[in-house]
């Protein structure tokens, strides 16, 4: 089992940045994967990024490119998902998950392993 456990969710202006953490604790050898994905009120589940856990490869949807990074540490088992240049649109619940093969997936079906969320909101 991997356990996953997101921080850093808050209220920032439009313009503004926040970084998120994923810290994932268990059998962290046997994830291939991290991703983050959003849910706005209302709306379905959505992939944001994703990263291989050899960070050799990323992937971003269109709607964050240019303004969203995701990094790792695998020192400390941690994803962080930096967001800049926040807009209104990103107000959202932000989820880490992880999966245990490749390839880099974008749809939420292909994870195993989900963290309890963190909240986004940007204030226009």
């Known amino acids: 089992q991997v356990q996953l456990v997101e921080s850093g969710g808050g209220l920032v202006q439009a313009g503004g940045s926040l970084r998120l953490s994923c810290a994932a604790s268990?059998?962290?050898?046997?994830?291939?994967?991290i991703s983050w994905f959003r849910q706005a009120p209302g709306k379905e589940r959505e992939f944001v990024t994703a990263?291989?856990?050899?960070?050799?490869?990323?992937s971003y949807a269109d709607s964050v490119k240019g303004r969203f990074t995701i990094s790792r540490d695998n020192a400390k088992n941690t994803v962080y998902l930096q967001m800049n240049t926040l807009k209104p649109e990103d107000t959202a619940v932000y989820y880490c998950?992880?999966?245990?093969?490749?390839?880099?997936?974008?749809?939420?079906?292909?994870?195993?392993?989900w963290g309890q969320g963190t909240q986004v909101t940007v204030s226009s």
């Open positions: 998950a992880a999966r245990g093969n490749g390839p880099v997936l974008t749809y939420r079906g292909a994870y195993d392993y």
């Open positions: 990263i291989s856990w050899s960070g050799r490869t990323t």
């Open positions: 268990g059998r962290t050898g046997s994830i291939y994967v």
